[in-house]
């Protein structure tokens, strides 16, 4: 397995653990923030009536383009930010049959998210939160390399823009769609 493909995920990948840093996030109102889309436009998950699904990553990597830093693989739960995607291209259908929207979320500015949507042809948006808006408003969890800040993966389920759920950490990335898919369903 090629290490340096970020369509994979290496083996013997540290396990990220539970640091408590979204263990407010249950029951918080979302904040009325309107957030760039690769769709076009902004969203507002505070205004959003019904069940909203968000998973949040740290970076995705363009291919060709390496690691944002050389460790990045040590770094526990940041690699794997194109399976985490793929999880949920590949069940977006099974989350459209229960009429529940699904939103991918990252730090990164909505060009460069965009690159990702496009080449993985991802049937929902991806939001920017390039400004830290949202994630300072929630207190996510996040990680901080110099003077960037990414998020950590997590996912949460929102019902009429108060979060219901959440997911954290997520590991390995490939199976929080599933994971969260059993949660609505059961």
């Known amino acids: 397995m090629d290490v340096r493909n970020p369509e994979s995920l290496p083996p013997n990948l540290p396990v990220p653990v539970d640091d408590g840093t979204a263990a407010h996030l249950p029951g918080m109102a979302l904040p009325h923030i309107a957030l760039p889309s690769t769709a076009g436009g902004t969203v507002d998950l505070a ?15 363009q291919p060709g383009a390496g690691p944002l830093v050389a460790d990045w693989d040590t770094i526990p739960g940041a690699r794997g930010c194109t399976p985490h995607n793929r999880g949920y291209l590949a069940a977006y259908s099974e989350f459209a049959a229960l009429g529940v929207a699904v939103y991918g979320f990252s730090t990164q500015d909505t060009a460069y998210q965009r690159e990702l949507a496009e080449r993985l042809g991802l049937p929902f948006p991806i939001l920017s939160d390039a400004k830290l808006e949202l994630t300072r408003a929630l207190r996510l969890p996040t990680h901080q390399l110099g003077d ?7 996912a949460w389920i929102a019902r009429d823009g108060v979060i219901e759920r959440v997911f954290y950490p997520v590991f390995p990335p490939d199976r929080n769609a599933a994971e969260v ?4 369903k059961g």
């Open 148 to 154: 960037i800040t990414l998020l950590k993966r997590l």
């Open 47 to 61: 205004s959003i009536a019904g069940t909203v699904v968000v998973y949040a990553y740290p970076r995705n990597e």
């Open 181 to 184: 898919l059993a949660a609505l």
